[in-house]
């Protein structure tokens, strides 16, 4: 689970990031170990950048969530690059294909942007807010986190929802699948289950290695310091 403050916390370590623990069966494991054996198909450095990053927004006061996507913009668009991880119980709910916009890319994705009207697809953490029923269906509204990166979603209506021109058989064919306006669609048959499962205050985190995002992201370098009070507050409400 990804949890800020909780009593097991008060005696386990913290390198880099909170390594969070549900059960005493996972003590060996962090979490971003246990996700990434999860999904062998992912990139183990994305998903602890993405833990780290969702370890972090409750570090700095974020509200707990159970649910954590991960979507690596690196890979093409040909192939499963979102993940979709229920870290309490540390299963994989989904791995699908998803699409990056119009402006960022053909096959693969390489430009990113904040900007309205940039019809391109933006990096960083996102929490998810409500659903809604628009003109691409069930939708999933996120807002962003990262001021600069992304905390434009809201105003340029970023939202996860379905698509049909995110197929497997367009992959096979064209090489990629279709582009959206800066959303990351997802096929239309997974679109709700997908939607349901990340709605009301779950983590979306999106990456490419951009340079300077990847150096100046708040949340990807927590401090020392930040780290250390959370878990003197995790001590102190457990009475260690």
């Not at 628009?134 to 434009?152: A, I």
């Not at 582009?179 to 939607?195: D, E, M, N, Q, Y």
């Not at 990456?207 to 995002?213: I, T």
Request: hydrophobic share 40%; with cysteine.
């Amino acid at each position: 689970m990804i949890r800020s403050l909780r009593p097991l916390l008060a005696c386990v370590s913290v390198v880099g990031a909170l390594a969070l623990f549900p059960s005493a069966a996972h003590a060996a494991d962090t979490l971003g170990d246990a996700l990434a054996r999860l999904a062998p198909s992912a990139d183990p450095k994305v998903i602890g950048l993405a833990v780290r990053a969702a370890e972090c927004a409750q570090v700095q006061g974020g509200a707990p969530a159970e649910r954590l996507a991960v979507i690596d913009y690196s890979k093409p668009s040909s192939e499963p690059r979102l993940w979709v991880f229920d870290t309490v119980n540390r299963k994989l709910l989904f791995q699908e294909l998803v699409a990056h916009g119009k402006n960022s890319g053909d096959a693969t994705a390489t430009r990113f942007s904040n900007a309205p009207d940039s019809l391109a697809s933006s990096l960083g953490l996102f929490r998810t807010s409500d659903t809604y029923t628009g003109k691409n269906g069930y939708s999933l509204r996120m807002t962003g986190l990262e001021p600069g990166v992304n905390d434009q979603a809201m105003a340029r209506a970023i939202v996860i929802h379905g698509a049909a021109y995110v197929s497997e058989a367009m992959a096979r064919v064209a090489g990629r699948i279709g582009r959206s306006w800066g959303c990351p669609a997802v096929r239309t048959a997974v679109a709700h289950k997908l939607i349901d499962a990340l709605k009301g205050g779950q983590m979306v985190f999106s990456y490419y290695p951009d340079k300077r995002w990847l150096g100046s992201s708040q949340y990807l370098k927590c401090t020392g310091g930040q780290l250390a009070k959370a878990e003197a507050r995790a001590g102190g409400q457990s009475g260690t």
